[in-house]
């Protein structure tokens, strides 16, 4: 059993290290070789472990979880967390494309400029920053007078209307975030009463902010109130 044990560790491990071999952009975008890799390396490696009866495939479960655990804990360490899980890579930086970074991360130009038009940024010339995440995922920062405008940017003010919660989803209620907010079912009949709705069940959902408590209600034939 602990001879078990240990192949897992092992083949475990060596899987970990392979995926970080193949870099960021195998976790965040699949490609079909990206995909293919990884399936062929978790088939050949976990294939070629023999388990004999439900004792060891329990034992080998439990392995797992405790190893992933340790290195969930391990990557806390900032010594450890680069090897672990890895750092920002700066694909743009100061608006200008960084190959090297690029051919180091296994991203190709094609897949920066697609991953900037999915962040609304048609031109790479508006991008000041685009930085590749330990994830996988990519961040942009436009240039400043690229930006997209906010209430800020134009001195106004905004009020704040709090987080809008489901309370009612298929008919039914969600009485846990009926308490978060501090009312009742009494409450919420009312409420619903008021905009013309005496039957829960004929509700598709409803939400309701935590800071106005106005109750909005989307019904199956998707009106809006």
């Given at each position: 059993m ?8 092992i ?30 390396l978790?088939?050949?490696l976990?294939g070629?472990l023999e388990?004999?009866?439900?004792t ?12 992933y ?11 450890l967390?680069?090897?672990l ?46 930085i590749?995440e ?19 940017h ?17 008919g ?14 009494h409450?919420?009949?009312k ?16 939400t ?5 408590y ?6 199956e ?5």
């Amino acid at each position: 059993m602990f001879l078990f044990i240990g192949h897992i560790i092992i083949i475990f491990i060596i899987y970990v290290v392979a995926i970080r071999i193949l870099g960021k952009i195998a976790l965040a975008q699949l490609t079909p070789h990206d995909f293919g890799a990884i399936l062929f390396l978790a088939y050949i490696l976990f294939g070629s472990l023999e388990i004999e009866g439900l004792t060891q495939g329990v034992v080998g479960v439990i392995t797992i979880i405790i190893l992933y655990l340790i290195i969930s804990k391990l990557s806390l360490w900032n010594k450890l967390d680069k090897l672990l899980i890895g750092e920002s890579t700066y694909l743009v930086k100061n608006g200008k494309i960084n190959i090297d970074s690029l051919r180091k991360s296994h991203f190709t130009l094609l897949e920066l400029l697609s991953a900037i038009r999915n962040a609304g940024y048609f031109d790479i010339s508006e991008v000041d920053y685009a930085i590749l995440e330990p994830n996988g995922k990519i961040s942009i920062l436009p240039k400043p007078d690229k930006a997209f405008l906010t209430p800020s940017h134009l001195g106004l003010s905004t009020d704040d209307k709090g987080l809008p919660m489901i309370i009612i989803m298929e008919g039914q209620i969600h009485y846990n975030n009926l308490t978060f907010i501090n009312k009742d079912e009494h409450w919420l009949k009312k409420e619903l009463t008021s905009q013309g709705y005496d039957r829960i069940e004929k509700v598709l959902f409803a939400t309701v902010r935590d800071k106005d408590y106005y109750v909005k209600v989307y019904t199956e034939q998707c009106d809006t109130y």
